[in-house]
């Protein structure tokens, strides 16, 4: 990056756009070092990459819209509701895997697009339109899941599509680097000409 001021290079090793891979790689030093047969271990990774998975995957929602300058406090409350959605019909009304998975996406896509209208069509602040957004789906939610906590699906297919393992992985780590493929390529700036 060249100064304005006097011509020369200034080196900043990325530290602007990659400060969080160096707190990660800090990490992984320091505890690496401090309990090694603890923490480098192939249990811990795949502990790891199971667990947060999920929470990466609503983290990566969540800097979309950051990306474009905005924010989305009905992520969580959204991401809520598809999972209740999803259940609730394959247990409750019977409803195929897919289809209700299928369900869950359109609902959580028509409070995206809701979203998106309220913000840009309607010019209202993100703060205002999501926050409100979030509080219209946890209501929305209770009247779904009848204000209780609804059984898992117990069909093997369910489990084949969430807890099937990878090299020792659980497959969802999987689903969120294709997300993250994917979100990348949307916020990814393009070159005129």
């Avoid at 090694?36 to 271990?41: A, G, K, M, S």
């Avoid at 929470?55 to 959204?78: E, F, K, N, Q, R």
């Avoid at 209740?84 to 998975?101: D, E, K, Y």
């Avoid at 099937?164 to 689903?175: D, E, K």
Wanted: one cysteine or more; aromatic letters at 8%.
């Amino acid at each position: 990056m060249t100064s304005p001021r006097n011509g020369r290079r200034r080196v900043t090793l990325g530290l602007d756009r990659f400060s969080g891979l160096y707190l990660w790689a800090a990490f992984i030093v320091v505890f690496g070092t401090w309990k090694p047969d603890l923490f480098l271990t192939s249990v811990t990774l795949r502990t790891v990459t199971s667990q947060y998975a999920v929470t990466a995957m609503l983290a990566i929602a969540v800097l979309l819209p950051l990306v474009g300058g905005g924010y989305d406090l009905s992520v969580g409350a959204t991401a809520n509701l598809a999972a209740i959605i999803a259940i609730v019909f394959q247990t409750n009304h019977h409803l195929g895997m897919w289809a209700s998975i299928g369900l869950a996406v359109l609902a959580a896509t028509a409070i995206g697009a809701i979203n998106g209208l309220l913000v840009v069509e309607l010019h209202v602040s993100p703060l205002i339109a999501t926050l409100g957004m979030a509080t219209v789906v946890t209501a929305v939610q209770s009247i779904v899941s009848s204000d209780s906590q609804p059984f898992p699906p117990s069909s093997p297919s369910w489990g084949m599509l969430s807890q099937r393992t990878f090299g020792g992985i659980q497959i969802v780590f999987f689903y969120l680097i294709g997300l993250a493929i994917c979100g990348r390529s949307e916020v990814t700036p393009r070159r005129p000409g």
